[in-house]
């Protein structure tokens, strides 16, 4: 029951050289709060290898606000698996997030790195005003997800994938809880039919190359270990509009119970995506559908993360290349996550309104994409 379990705090530690995880939940770290903690160097000696190991690694982060972290030099950075069912990550730093240069090869049962990994959820899981500087930005093994207002100079993968299991040469598909809104009891369990993902305002730069093998790029060949930066993993994703059409008749009513058969595909398909505002640099590609983006194929972007003694900082010109786009992000933007039919909001039910960046600086009606309200707010001390 919700009142009497999690409620935890883990404010302002400094959390480091561990060989599991820096911090860990699993189903008691409920309705918790994780904030202004840096977390660094763990399970970089490859000792432990498997499912449980991150910076954070959380099952069940219902209500969980995880913001204001700094997240670096771990083989994952954050991990919440299955029920991340109103989890908010918002105003984090995370950055080099992999294994080491000289480190031993992996282990056997070691999980890839990224900044941020959603597994197996139905959403809604927020993820906002978040700078993600790792080669993997984001593993989407999952379904729910908005990403608003980020900067990403690493790829998202496992668009698709790594949600089943193969067992005795056959497919299983998992079947995952999802809850009543803001409680722990279970409604229900369903399989992931990957999607229902909104995108909104963020910055994706291709910071690193894409490996070529052959005439095939990494992206091609493997999803769950693409470097392509960028929305395009969605491309065969429909659009909310395409999606509902798969349910109409030929005469533009609802399809009755009778079409069940010809609807078996539909039902079995995946979920729409939502994208618009987004920035493309470097290379960075957008899902083929959405419109109202900016592609730029011809300003080279550079990033640097500068650490002077403690104060890390941004180098970059990205700000002398964005222009700003109408209109704040807003819970009502957002939507319901399709499975829990549950808004994109604060524990409490209450709406947000995406009118704050990084340092918690307040837009204009008209905000420039990315995590920041400026360039002067981005050539601020991140983390000190």
């Not at 000289?102 to 139905?122: C, K, L, N, P, Y």
């Not at 009778?258 to 505002?277: C, E, I, K, R, Y």
């Not at 709406?351 to 960046?357: L, N, P, V």
Request: aromatic content about 8%; charged content about 20%.
């Amino acid at each position: 029951m919700k009142e009497n379990i999690g409620h935890h705090i883990i404010r302002r530690c400094n959390i480091h050289h561990c060989e599991q995880d820096g911090i860990v939940g699993r189903q008691g770290g409920v309705f918790s709060l994780i904030e202004d903690n840096h977390i660094h160097d763990i399970n970089n000696m490859q000792e432990l290898a498997g499912a449980e190991i991150a910076g954070i690694k959380m099952h069940a982060a219902i209500d969980v606000i995880i913001r204001r972290n700094h997240i670096n030099d771990c083989t994952m950075g954050i991990w919440t698996d299955w029920e991340a069912q109103g989890t908010r990550i918002t105003q984090n730093l995370l950055d080099h997030n992999y294994a080491p240069a000289g480190t031993a090869e992996r282990i056997v049962g070691a999980m890839q790195s990224q900044d941020i990994f959603v597994e197996v959820g139905h959403g809604p899981t927020l993820i906002d005003n978040n700078l993600l500087l790792s080669k993997a930005s984001l593993r989407l093994a999952t379904e729910g997800v908005a990403c608003v207002h980020n900067l990403m100079l690493g790829s998202i993968t496992s668009i698709g994938a790594n949600t089943d299991f193969f067992v005795d040469g056959k497919n299983q598909p998992r079947y995952t809880p999802y809850h009543i809104q803001h409680r722990t009891e279970v409604a229900g369990f369903m399989t992931i039919l990957h999607g229902d993902d909104r995108f909104y305002n963020n910055i994706f730069v291709q910071n690193w190359p894409v490996e070529k093998v052959g005439t095939e790029s990494v992206v091609d060949r493997a999803p769950e270990d693409t470097e392509q930066v960028g929305t395009n993993g969605f491309d065969d994703y429909p659009t909310y509009a395409e999606w509902q059409a798969q349910f109409q008749a030929l005469d533009g009513t609802i399809a009755k119970e009778t079409d069940m058969n010809d609807l078996m595909s539909v039902h079995f398909g995946h979920l729409p995506v939502w994208a618009a505002g987004n920035v493309y640099f470097n290379g960075a590609k957008a899902w083929k559908k959405e419109t109202d983006n900016v592609v730029n194929t011809q300003d080279q972007v550079t990033i640097e993360l500068v650490d002077n003694e403690g104060q890390t900082s941004l180098r970059t010109n990205l700000y002398d290349f964005l222009t700003p786009h109408d209109g704040v992000i807003t819970t009502t933007t957002l939507g319901e996550a399709f499975e829990p039919e549950q808004r994109y909001e604060m524990p409490d039910g209450s709406d947000i309104t995406f009118d704050e960046d990084y340092f918690g600086n307040h837009r204009d009606i008209a905000p420039l994409p990315g995590p920041f309200v400026s360039k002067t707010a981005a050539s601020a001390m991140l983390w000190r």
